[in-house]
């Protein structure tokens, strides 16, 4: 039972270099987010899926794309990346109504 | 503007001794809330939820609390155990969108 995988675990880019992080879920869940987490900010919203084939903005969008390739997979794009990128990502998914997030075990990014 | 608050980054608790964790948030329309542990390296772990229709839910050890008059939010943890040691987060969520607070991080000490 894997429930939400991130791929990859860890990754270093230079400033302007482009990335995609993977998300995937088992849960037949229909709605996924994507967070990033820094240090006394708690987990922000970057953007979510509230259903395959629908996309939207949440807290701190700029700087990023999402694509919502099929139920299971949201994926989360870095078009030209900053050091202000530098975070942990994470990637949830929820079942429909009052449900709780369920989490991945993060992507940790550093930009130089 | 932070929708949730955790005003204490962090709080240390003798091992059996009850943990409590507080919240507070600011939109009144909020009506599911929850709890979240984090271990370092991994991602945040559901812990406990209470919708605004009740204010008190429990599970094992773990009980929440919620003042809708305060928009005060509270987990505690009875008895403490050193395992509990992790960052705790509270969320609330409106329609498809989450907010966390910042975090408090526990310390159990055995």
């Known amino acids: 039972n894997a429930g939400v995988t991130q791929t990859p675990k860890f990754q270093v880019l230079k400033t302007g270099q482009s990335m995609t992080l993977q998300c995937a879920q088992d849960?037949?869940?229909?709605?996924m987010y994507w967070y990033r987490q820094d240090p006394g900010m708690g987990l922000r919203l970057i953007y979510y899926?509230?259903?395959?084939?629908?996309?939207d903005k949440g807290e701190v969008p700029n700087g990023y794309n999402v694509s919502r390739l099929n139920k299971r997979e949201f994926s989360l794009r870095l078009e030209s990346a900053a050091p202000s990128q530098t975070s942990v990502y994470f990637c949830?998914?929820?079942?429909?109504?009052?449900?709780?997030?369920?989490f991945g075990n993060g992507t940790r990014l550093t930009v130089t | 503007d932070q929708q949730v608050k955790q005003n204490s980054p962090s709080l240390s608790v003798q091992e059996g001794r009850i943990s409590i964790l507080n919240c507070d948030y600011t939109?009144?329309?909020?009506?599911?809330f929850l709890w979240y542990k984090k271990y370092p390296a991994e991602g945040p772990t559901f812990l406990i939820s209470?919708?605004?229709?009740?204010d008190k839910n429990e599970d094992g050890r773990f009980t929440v609390f919620l003042n809708k008059s305060a928009k005060h939010l509270s987990l505690h943890i009875v008895p403490s155990q050193p395992g509990d040691s992790a960052v705790y987060f509270c969320?609330?969520?409106?329609?498809?969108?989450?907010?966390f607070g910042t975090g408090t991080s526990l310390t159990v000490i055995p």
């Open positions: 899926s509230a259903s395959e084939g629908t996309t």
């Open positions: 209470i919708s605004s229709i009740k």
């Open positions: 969320a609330t969520n409106t329609g498809n969108q989450f907010y």
């Open positions: 949830a998914s929820r079942a429909a109504g009052n449900s709780p997030l369920h």
């Open positions: 849960m037949n869940h229909n709605s």
């Open positions: 939109n009144s329309m909020f009506d599911y």
